[in-house]
């Protein structure tokens, strides 16, 4: 009965990996390797302080970035860094209720590649140092908007004194793709 079992599993299994395989006649997906045509660097749109950027049926906007004051966190920055918070504005532009995106789906960028996997990043770690009564304003993540509604609220980012000009990253889901949206800006 173990014997026969384990062959059912094993064949379950190879059937499984045989449908996950490529489907288009050899050419390569979008997680193959890229190929010549493919590895020309595509033009990325970035958006600035104040511009909308949408996806997943929400319109994101960063609408300001200041210094933070220093006397509301509990910690702070590990030497050649600088908090920065950023204040962001979420809206539903789809037709159905949607809820806002996790925390960790933006991301403050340090050296760039082509996936999130490739760069250096961080998401908005930081803002858990901040002291407690003083996080009025920070960013409700998982926050149901119905067609129309938005909300705001502010993250707090490290960034590196090295650089003047930072970017953002946002990822509707994965890190292991490109990103899906990308913020530029001057730091303050």
């Known amino acids: 009965m173990k014997k026969l079992m384990v062959l059912f599993m094993t064949l379950l299994m190879i059937f499984t990996l045989a449908g996950c395989g490529e489907k288009n006649g050899g050419e390569p997906t979008q997680g193959s390797a890229p190929t010549e045509a493919k590895s020309e660097k595509q033009e990325v749109k970035v958006y600035g302080i104040g511009e909308a950027a949408e996806a997943d049926g929400l319109a994101i906007t960063i609408d300001k970035v200041v210094s933070p004051d220093p006397d509301i966190f509990l910690n702070g920055p590990q030497e050649g860094f600088a908090y ?12 159905e209720t949607i809820e806002t995106p996790k925390r960790q789906a933006i991301y403050i960028v340090y050296e760039e590649g082509p996936t999130g996997d490739d760069c250096d990043m961080t998401s908005d770690e930081s803002s858990v140092d901040v002291l407690p009564g003083k996080k009025d304003g920070l960013y409700e993540a998982f ?41 530029g800006f001057t730091a303050p």
């Open 143 to 183: 926050t149901e908007l119905a067609p129309g509604e938005s909300t705001s609220g502010w993250m707090v980012y490290p960034r590196s004194l090295a650089k003047s000009e930072v970017t953002m990253h946002y990822y509707s889901k994965f890190v292991n793709v490109p990103p899906t949206l990308v913020f």
């Open 84 to 95: 920065i918070q950023v204040y962001y504005t979420f809206k539903n532009v789809s037709n």
